[in-house]
């Protein structure tokens, strides 16, 4: 099938939902998990991509985790009950970073991101404000707008799949 020395021209290219040829495992890493994952939209220390979101974040992480939480949670519980419980936890006992682990944790489930740089409790209790930052950006270029909550994206999803154009607001302006 594959001769023994493998030069770049010889090595089949991968195929979606296969895994590649050559060992099932890599670096203790199976081959079937190493398909099913993608990779992170942006890194932990990309924040400078997103300056406001980084500077709310910085400021008042308990609404950035809010609006993550809500979206992760799909609806089941709203941006402003996140945001409070995380706020909580922080205040009372210092550790709001356990919160937004297991929140980060799911998210990472739920669109098959890998656990890198470290474990999700270390990267929340060493770089909190960064791993929310990513988090938030990684949502974004899953196509959601945290800024709407959850509802407003499935209103919007659900206008923009049966062909309504959904019109620029305008805001301000002059009224009577």
Not at 24 to 37: D, E, F, I, K, T
Not at 49 to 60: A, G, K, R, S, V
Not at 101 to 117: A, D, H, I, S, W
Request: contains cysteine; hydrophobic residues 30%; proline residues 8%.
């Amino acid at each position: 099938m594959y001769s023994q020395k493998s030069t770049p021209s010889s090595v089949p290219s991968p195929v979606y939902g296969q895994p590649p040829p050559g060992p099932s495992y890599v670096a203790g890493v199976s081959a079937s998990s190493l398909v099913s994952q993608t990779s992170w939209s942006s890194g932990l220390c990309d924040c400078c991509l997103d300056i406001p979101n980084c500077c709310i974040t910085c400021w008042c992480p308990c609404v950035t985790f809010g609006q993550i939480a809500e979206i992760v949670d799909n609806g089941k519980t709203s941006c402003g009950f996140h945001g409070t419980l995380y706020a909580l936890i922080n205040v009372l006992s210092g550790c709001g970073c356990m919160y937004a682990c297991f929140n980060r944790t799911k998210m990472r489930r739920q669109y098959g991101l890998p656990e890198v740089p470290s474990n999700d409790c270390c990267v929340h209790f060493c770089c909190g404000p960064c791993a929310l930052c990513q988090e938030y950006r990684e949502l974004q270029h899953q196509g959601f707008d945290l800024s709407i909550g959850w509802e407003g994206n499935i209103h919007r999803s659900t206008m923009t799949n049966i062909g309504v154009q959904i019109p620029p607001t305008a805001l301000g302006g002059m009224s009577r």
